[in-house]
């Protein structure tokens, strides 16, 4: 019998039940946002460099498995895989193979049988090695990348600090020792795996995912941090389209549902009576919904979040993000959307945030030449509504 057309003829067959497989393993999260192909990847070429391997006619074609494997542990790398969930995904790639070509396999004799899966283990030993080496090479380049970038930032934060400009000081002070000790960790792993090349273990693995997690956070710390200063400088130029918000608030949604999912909250749209066309802003509009539904999801313990959006007359919209969370007290409203301000609850501290995101939104709502408003009550929840014009105009001076 010949295992290695029974397997080419099947190929198809294969990546259907492994991508089906890899959708229901809930603890693969990531492949929660990707499309079929992206998920799919370069598994197709490392089945048909098997179906190579297992014919008595071909040259095994392990460069092909080599390359393939690469490939495919770079993009797992580039799209925020973790190494459990790669590990888990050739679990599901050897569990499918042998479930799908089982009842021809069992028509073979002994001999052909034991080869056929010698071989078949041999290549996905194979490709996992292969994959995990391009995927830890990956995480260290993204890590060099990540150490350049955040030693820039360092630069300009004790810029910042040296021109003592009062409130911007103070928070690029609190940035300031995270980001040294971030830099410093990661430029001595990175020195030590040049020097010694140090073995991919699981540890390490888990180090500089460490590293570039909350290097990441860092960066979108003072990323806001940015972008408030730009704002106040006036340096933020709207570029204005024809928008579909359904489409935008879908587009958040799907972004923030692995955080919803994480602390066990729904996530409601209602967009029944969206406005059909909108002048404005997208990249801006996107930015404060996002902003609006994070914060949500973040001080909300359990329930859910209600995102609604609907037509209030010929000349302005409006979207309401609601979520059952912590609320807010009455005192700290007034000042809610001010920069650096922090809401004192002893019961829930965040000690990641720094005030930000709603003076970003504020000011994000201004400039789409709208409005902001909050109701709130502690315990219960918060009520976040955004007036907005459907036709935004620029002056021309």
């Given amino acids: 019998m010949d295992f290695s057309q029974l397997l080419a003829d099947k190929t198809d067959t294969i990546i259907d039940r492994w991508v089906t497989a890899v959708l229901q393993d809930h603890q693969i999260e990531r492949t929660d946002t990707l499309s079929y192909g992206a998920i799919k990847n370069h ?39 973790n190494p ?3 590990a888990r995904e050739y679990h599901h790639l050897r569990t499918v193979i042998f479930d799908t070509i089982q009842a021809d396999l069992l028509q073979g004799n002994p001999t052909d049988i034991i080869r056929a899966m010698r ?19 990956e995480r260290l380049r993204e890590l060099e990348h990540l150490h350049n970038t955040l030693a820039l930032h360092n630069q300009e934060l004790t810029r910042l600090i040296n021109a003592n400009q009062e409130n ?52 979108h710390l003072i990323n806001d941090l940015l972008e408030l200063s730009q704002y106040e400088a006036g340096k933020i130029k709207l570029k204005l389209t024809s928008v579909d918000v359904c489409e935008i608030i879908d ?71 609601a979520d059952t969370g912590i609320g807010i007290k009455s005192e700290d409203q007034k000042h809610i959307f001010e920069p650096y301000f922090r809401c004192n609850n002893q019961n829930y501290h965040l000690p990641d945030s720094t005030g930000l995101g709603l003076a ?26 955004v007036i907005l014009p459907l036709h935004l105009k620029i002056s021309s001076s």
């Fill in 168 to 219: 911007l000081s103070l928070l690029a002070h609190d940035l300031k020792q995270p980001l040294a000790s971030i830099i410093g960790y990661s430029d001595l792993f990175l020195r030590q795996h040049r020097q010694t090349k140090l073995k991919d273990s699981y540890t390490n693995i888990e180090h500089i995912e460490r590293v570039l997690r909350n290097g990441r956070h860092l960066l």
């Fill in 84 to 86: 459990v969930e790669i």
């Fill in 360 to 385: 970003i939104v504020s000011r994000l709502v201004k400039l789409l030449q709208g409005e902001i408003m909050l109701f709130s009550q502690p315990g219960i929840g918060s009520t976040f509504t």
């Fill in 119 to 137: 071989l078949i283990n041999v290549v996905i030993d194979e490709a996992i090695a292969r994959c995990f080496s391009s995927y830890v090479d």
């Fill in 43 to 81: 598994i197709p070429y490392v089945l048909k460099a098997m179906v190579t391997v297992l014919s008595e006619f071909q040259n095994n074609d392990l460069k092909s498995i080599v390359s393939a494997s690469w490939h495919h542990g770079v993009i797992r790398a580039t799209q925020g895989f």
């Fill in 251 to 321: 587009n958040v949604c799907k972004m923030l549902d692995p955080l919803a999912s994480e602390k066990d909250l729904s996530l409601v749209v209602n967009c029944e009576q969206y406005p059909q066309k909108i002048i404005t802003d997208p990249f801006q509009l996107q930015q404060i919904i996002t902003n609006l539904v994070s914060n949500a999801i973040r001080y909300t313990k359990s329930g859910g979040i209600q995102i609604t959006c609907h037509v209030l007359d010929n000349q302005k919209w409006k979207f309401v993000v």
